[in-house]
């Protein structure tokens, strides 16, 4: 019987080639789609969980009141680890992770890279395992160092580095671990860690409850209570103070840490998880739009099996073996699909790879891969098979065998039904797509409040910040730069806050959060930033500017000064006066609303270098001589630059990702469903093959015939903008309320995706519809 069903299967695929080829195509792109996001999704879901203490692991979070909301941070004081470990039995260990970028030495190799400096116990805490070395006491000495093989390899071209030396300023550090390559699903990013008694050799240690520098991980002792010791810690922060910071801790679990990383009123309450929510949403709708697929074109051939269902049932098959058949056959296309849906993704992978920024493969050695693969493939065909199965099956066999079988011609049929679904996401997606790039349109085009253009940036390293004075005077006098200034950050980042300000007038209960900007002079000519009120700072016509400071707007507004020019200020008890007011520019996200800035004097300290260089010459032109200058007074370390633009692009990345993905997925949503549409087409053209001849022999023209057929198909695609239309429009607004910089949903973004979809649909219909038309109408009646 099965040796039957099999034969009859793939008599039927090679009968109907046409039919078949466009079957296994739609579900080959519909599996091949979904497989696709299945695999970035069990990415973003399986971040940092393959640490054997997941369970056990937290990190340390504050949350504090701020211009009256209740915030969330995670940076915290470098003694909160030790208290927690020494006052709370609890705790079984440990880690603060303080990030910073060096330059490492190793003969003539030089190169810059991202290091934690962190407690021994990071390395059993945590599931990085060391290829070379004990992990136990690799961290214990100060001059150790633990790297990953990317690193070693970086600077020894080989993997077997224990006990090589590498040098950091005037350090050396002897290799003690080799760690196995970071994995792409986790939260931490470091090339080589440094022990975390380097931080007092540097001058960053801190024993106060004041500045939040570490990132601080516990883990609990197994059946410990989580909610019960969150409850025990809330106060340290304030006893240990005596009060003077009153911001609670709390714990956050590691398994929220990737997804879950928003927090509104002092709870989480989402993050990445909507947008990995939302591509499961569009998986979910793309695999079920193939399955439609599959429905429709079965189903508009069911005349063709409709004389063999009632062989099989005068026979005396009852109808749970004919859906099994046929359940069956579209299992055994799903194989064939499925597999060509493999395929594909293991040659489009690498593409996929570069457009989300990830480094996901095909795990075809892991046994579970195969039979998750398996069970995908049999679920596909079961979902896509289940309709045409009990549709043919319920086939009465006296109607069909007397020839009195007829297909109605239903306004509502399952068929019409199914794909006003297909074209209705389409279309949500096709809207969806046009919101997300005018929104980054819209943030692109804000005025960033700086000029980006020709201005370069380096990191201060070696000697740089030494010869400063004399680096800068060449640049200007050999006109490679217009102006020259030091700053605490590059211009699209900021890496202090503090809510330490006081000024004349200030309600002290009230707490406020500044961001903190350095610079010594220039900056307003270097970032081209525009002054409102006063001037820059100058330390050469006025030496006192070593305690100036500049604000921006919303700084200024805040504090509330009638004129807050020649106004003192207090930052933790080093006192400035105010300078000047430039106005708001953006530091942080281009989506958000400008926070409160304050643009510190030279007393405070620098860690970059910026430069505005001449226009009358392109950058690429003039950097060898930058580099030239930097190196002959830096010998020792690499020239490494930056441009500013290029750092402020990098902001708008994750939301064009989201655009490039959802604008993909829109396209083979769109192909897929006109894949449906060509075959209700050809079902409907089939099925009223005797009503056109009739039509014809009456003088009807082609393509006022071809006018009727693709009308009806019009009616259905604008059924689906109605539908589409208010469904997007909701969706995206919760989107956009996550930007507090936003762009208004506007009418013709509607109308554009509906004229689309029509146009596409029209396209799809008009081959079937023109050729039903163009039959001779003595062949379609002569039956008759």
């Known amino acids: 019987m099965l040796k039957n069903y099999l034969k009859i299967a793939f008599r039927n695929l090679l009968r109907n080639k046409a039919f078949s080829a466009i079957n296994i195509l739609g579900l080959s792109v519909g599996m091949a789609s979904a497989v696709l996001i299945l695999f970035w999704m069990y990415n973003e879901i399986s971040y940092d969980r393959f640490h054997k203490n997941k369970d056990y692991l937290y990190e340390a979070w504050n949350r504090g009141t701020f211009d009256g909301k209740l915030q969330c941070w995670n940076s915290t004081p470098q003694v909160l680890g030790p208290a927690l470990k020494a006052e709370y039995p609890e705790v079984d260990h440990i880690s603060r992770n303080y990030s910073r970028w060096f330059v490492t030495r190793a003969g003539d190799k030089k190169i810059s890279s991202e290091a934690i400096i962190t407690d021994p116990a990071f390395l059993s805490m945590f599931d990085f395992p060391l290829l070379q070395g004990n992990a136990q006491t690799a961290l214990n000495s100060v001059g150790s160092m633990v790297v990953t093989q990317k690193m070693a390899i970086k600077m020894f071209g080989t993997e077997d580095v224990l006990g090589k030396v590498i040098s950091i300023d005037k350090d050396n550090f002897t290799i003690t671990g080799v760690m196995r390559n970071l994995p792409p699903n986790t939260a931490f990013r470091f090339e080589y860690i440094l022990p975390i008694a380097y931080l007092k050799k540097i001058g960053s240690a801190d024993d106060g409850w004041v500045f939040n520098s570490v990132h601080t991980y516990v883990q609990l002792k197994p059946g410990t209570n989580p909610e019960a010791f969150a409850e025990k810690i809330r106060d340290i922060t304030i006893r240990h103070s005596n009060k003077t910071e009153e911001h609670e801790v709390f714990l956050h679990p590691i398994s929220q840490w990737h997804l879950y990383s928003n927090f509104e009123n002092g709870k989480v309450v989402g993050g990445r998880i909507a947008i990995v929510r939302l591509f499961g949403i569009i998986a979910a709708f793309i695999l079920l739009i193939a399955c439609i697929n599959f429905m429709n074109l079965s189903t508009a051939r069911s005349e063709k099996r409709a004389k063999e269902v009632g062989i099989r049932k005068t026979a005396g ?262 300078v000047g007011v430039v106005k708001d520019f953006v530091i942080r996200s281009p989506y958000d609303r400008p926070s409160p800035l304050i643009i510190e004097g030279a007393q405070s300290y620098f860690n970059v270098i910026h430069m505005k260089l001449s ?119 919760l989107w956009l309320n996550d930007f507090e910089y936003r762009i208004g949903i506007q009418w013709w973004i509607f109308a554009v995706s509906g004229f689309l979809a029509i146009v596409v649909s029209l396209a799809t219909v008009s081959y079937q519809a023109i050729r039903a038309a163009l039959l001779n109408p003595v062949k379609s009646l002569r039956s008759e």
């Not at 095909?362 to 693969?373: G, L, M």
């Not at 006025?542 to 106004?567: C, R």
């Not at 490494?640 to 604008?663: I, S």
């Not at 089939?686 to 009727?708: D, F, H, Q, W």
């Open 317 to 578: 098959a009852p109808k749970s073996l004919l859906v099994g058949q046929f359940i069956g056959e579209s299992i055994l296309i799903a194989m064939i699909a499925g597999t060509i849906a493999l395929l594909a993704v293991y040659l489009i992978l690498p593409a996929f790879n570069t457009l989300i920024g990830k480094e996901l493969e095909v795990p075809v050695s892991n046994p579970a891969f195969w039979a998750a693969a398996f069970a995908f493939i049999l679920f596909t065909g079961v979902v896509a098979g289940s309709y045409p199965a009990f549709y043919l099956s319920s086939f009465k066999p006296i109607s069909v065998l007397k020839g009195a079988f007829k297909r109605t011609h239903s306004a509502f049929s399952p068929r019409k039904v199914l794909v006003v679904v297909q074209f209705s996401f389409a279309i949500v997606l096709i809207i969806s797509t046009l919101i997300v790039v005018q929104q980054i349109r819209h943030a692109q085009n804000r005025d960033a409040g700086y000029d980006r253009g020709q201005v370069v940036y380096h990191w201060i390293t070696g000697d740089l910040g030494k010869q400063y004075t004399q680096i800068k005077r060449e640049l200007l006098s050999a006109g490679i730069a217009t102006s020259v200034t030091k700053t605490s950050s590059p211009l699209s980042s900021v890496s202090s806050d503090t809510w330490g300000i006081e000024w004349h007038g200030k309600n002290m209960a009230e707490k406020i959060d500044f961001d903190i900007f350095t610079e010594d002079e220039g900056l307003v000519k270097t970032a081209g930033l525009q002054l409102i009120q006063g001037r820059d700072m100058d330390l050469t016509k006025f030496p006192s500017d070593s305690a100036a400071v500049l604000l921006n707007e919303t700084a200024a507004k805040i504090m509330g000064f009638k004129d807050p020019i020649g106004q003192t200020i207090k930052d933790n008890g080093l006192q400035y006066r105010i």
């Open 615 to 733: 226009a009358d010459k392109p950058a690429a032109d003039v950097m060898p001589a930058v580099e030239a200058i930097f190196r002959r007074y830096n010998p020792e370390y690499p020239f490494e630059y930056h441009f500013v633009d290029e750092d402020y692009a990098l902001k708008f990345e994750d939301t064009r990702r989201v655009a490039k993905l959802t604008g993909i997925f829109a396209g083979l949503t769109i192909f897929i469903s006109c894949l449906g549409l060509f075959g209700l087409a050809a079902y409907m053209a089939e099925n009223r093959v005797k009503e056109i001849g009739v039509r014809k022999v009456l003088g009807a023209s082609v393509m006022s015939i071809a006018a009727l057929l693709s009308g009806e198909f019009m009616a259905l695609v604008i059924i689906s903008i109605v539908i589409a239309v208010p469904v997007a429009w909701y969706v995206m607004n």
